[in-house]
């Protein structure tokens, strides 16, 4: 348990609290058929029938999404692109172009992130660090993940039909996107377009913020298998749960539920293995999107959802909603990635994880 | 001209002026044979003579180098990577496999960056803006590009021989690394090693800070020629420069020279006349990283250098220097990216740019 001062925003090794913690004022979620199927399939904003969302590929499919996310996200809070000071996004595509081509025509000044499947982690994570350290207003955080895209880009095309290990994920077709708003109603000093801004009002202002990070390391237990990421991402869903709890002062008591990206079945319970190892059990507390985004007898996914999208969807469609509601208090949001291309795989490299982890919290009237 | 209060943070659409402006308190350098070669060579701190830096294949090789660059950048300024509070890094590899590997080793709290050839100024933007809000004492900005894993990415692998044509860039087999350290010395409340860090003189920060950024957004001229990068990126540069300009109230005759990443010659030609549609003039204080670090007629690189580590490595060596002993007291460092991979190549679509702009000042004793 660490000594830390009040007020002060660092903690520990790897975690920041916010002393003016920002808001997610708004969010969107936007999937592909197999998800609108699935248990969650209620809570998604939008979604398409043949996963091309009218795209001659998959790449555009998804840049469609990561757009229609975006612009989803902006009109729930009344809010114009030009508005928004930076873009934090990112995908699992080579060279991030998902991205690229998703967010062009917003004309935002962006970020282009990678953190594998940790990627929403990552967006949330900096933009919540720029909008509480006063760079601006707005910021927005997308990432996605198309299931042809992805099988693609990792494995073999569709048209190969190849088999798939049980251990196997089932990449999420779908984009989310999430508004951060600064806790403070400071004008972003642009006199062209200021005197607009300071008479928009405060009433869509969620009840949920981003209280705190826990920023991520590699974490690399040598594990080689890329039909089997949750267990090459569990270290590091442990070692991040376990460095906030330690950084914070807190356990799996202070949240209501600890919420990792897309371990899957087969990740689960070597977390619950690794985080026991270290004193702590999290089994009553924890939920997984990938678990939560498919019916996994009915719908064959495997150990089930991963990919940027999955974590993000569901935060979106479903967390978040929960948050705003007060149902829960106080969750940590852990995003997991399993950091691999072809080529390291090819060349015999290991693969290694990292996962970011948001404190997300409900704020009372 | 924008009509700004002093001491605030934000500028116009796209910039921020620190109040605090974080220190880069050193930075290293690390080149393959040919860049040692090239009109820079003397300055680079580590160079090898086969470009695999005894590693067995081109993406280790540049894992390698970055591990390098970023040990070599520590050393020079006594601090442990434990010091460190975040990383932020970027190869342009398929999901920035070099980046995983090469800083893994290190155990810092890593974001993944992807800017294409822009990653550096992404890198550096990121760690300043942390930095500079008291997220920690000190950040780590780290980029590679690999003449050999580049070529096999987005293009040939180098057994083909393939033909270049004379507009083409040469990937710069190189990594830089930069220290950035928060201009206040308050703890980093982590009380296990708070004790020591305290203990840490201050002799050894530069005289260089990172005194703002303008964060640039995706420009779009709708070309498709990824032999021809230097044009892609051009209309990024000039909006990222020009958007500068604007949100400053400064021009060209505020800076000592205005450095972009890597138009080469093709690109450079095309940024001039853009910028004078504007109505600007910078051709008397413009370098272009890509020009400086070979010798055009004699190594044969065609239009210039490019990759990650082309600003990254001239910023480190050739640059900063120049800075820190007051030859030059202010200049914008202006990395430029081309937005493409095989696959957005392969299926049609257009190389949009991106550039992020530094300005770095020289700081009087």
Redesign the interface.
């Known amino acids: 348990m660490?000594?830390?001062?009040e007020g002060?925003?660092?903690?520990?090794?790897?975690s920041?609290l916010f002393e003016n913690a920002p808001y997610i004022v708004s969010a969107a979620s936007v999937v592909g058929s197999k998800e609108a199927e699935g248990p969650l399939g209620k809570y998604f904003d939008m979604t398409n029938e043949d996963d091309l969302f009218g795209a001659q590929?998959w790449?555009?499919a998804e840049s469609t999404m990561q757009k229609e996310a975006c612009v989803l996200t902006l009109g729930k809070a009344h809010v114009k692109a030009e508005e928004i000071?930076?873009l934090f996004g990112?995908d699992?595509?080579?060279?991030?172009?998902a991205t690229?081509?998703g967010?062009?025509a917003l004309?935002?000044?962006?970020?282009?992130?990678?953190?594998?499947c940790s990627t929403s982690g990552?967006a949330l994570?900096?933009a919540g660090?720029?909008a509480?350290?006063?760079?601006?207003r707005y910021m927005l955080a997308v990432t996605s993940s198309h299931f042809g895209s992805a099988e693609?880009?990792f494995r073999f095309p569709l048209g190969y039909a190849n088999q798939r290990p049980l251990s196997a994920h089932w990449t999420v077709t779908g984009s989310g996107a999430f508004l951060v708003r600064s806790a403070e109603n400071?004008s972003?000093?642009?006199?062209?377009s200021g005197a607009e801004e300071q008479d928009v009002d405060t009433s869509h202002i969620s009840h949920v913020r981003i209280a705190g990070v826990t920023?991520?390391?590699?974490v690399?237990y040598g594990l080689k298998d890329s039909q089997n990421m949750g267990a090459c991402m569990a270290p590091a869903a442990m070692d991040t749960i376990v460095q906030n709890f330690e950084d914070t002062g807190r356990s799996e008591e202070d949240y209501d539920h600890i919420i990792t990206g897309d371990l899957g079945c087969v990740g689960q319970s070597i977390l619950f293995d690794l985080v026991r190892g270290k004193g702590y059990d999290i089994r009553k507390k924890h939920l997984d999107c990938g678990m939560l985004i498919y019916d996994r007898e009915r719908q064959d996914t495997h150990a089930g959802g991963s990919g940027c999208g999955c974590a993000a969807v569901t935060l979106a469609s479903f967390i978040l909603p929960r948050l705003e509601k007060g149902e829960w208090k106080r969750i940590l949001f852990v995003p997991t990635g399993a950091?691999?291309?072809?080529?390291?795989f090819n060349?015999g490299?290991s693969v290694?994880g990292?996962a970011h982890g948001i404190i997300l919290e409900h704020v009372p009237e």
């Open positions: 660490k000594d830390f001062t002060q925003i660092i903690r520990g090794k790897q920041l590929t790449e555009e000071r930076y990112g699992l595509l080579r060279q991030g172009i690229s081509m967010v062009e004309q935002i000044p962006m970020f282009g992130l990678y953190g594998a990552e994570a900096l660090m720029s509480a350290a006063g760079y601006g693609k880009e400071e972003d000093g642009d006199s062209s920023v991520g390391k590699i690399d950091l691999l291309s072809t080529v390291s060349e490299a290694p990292i």
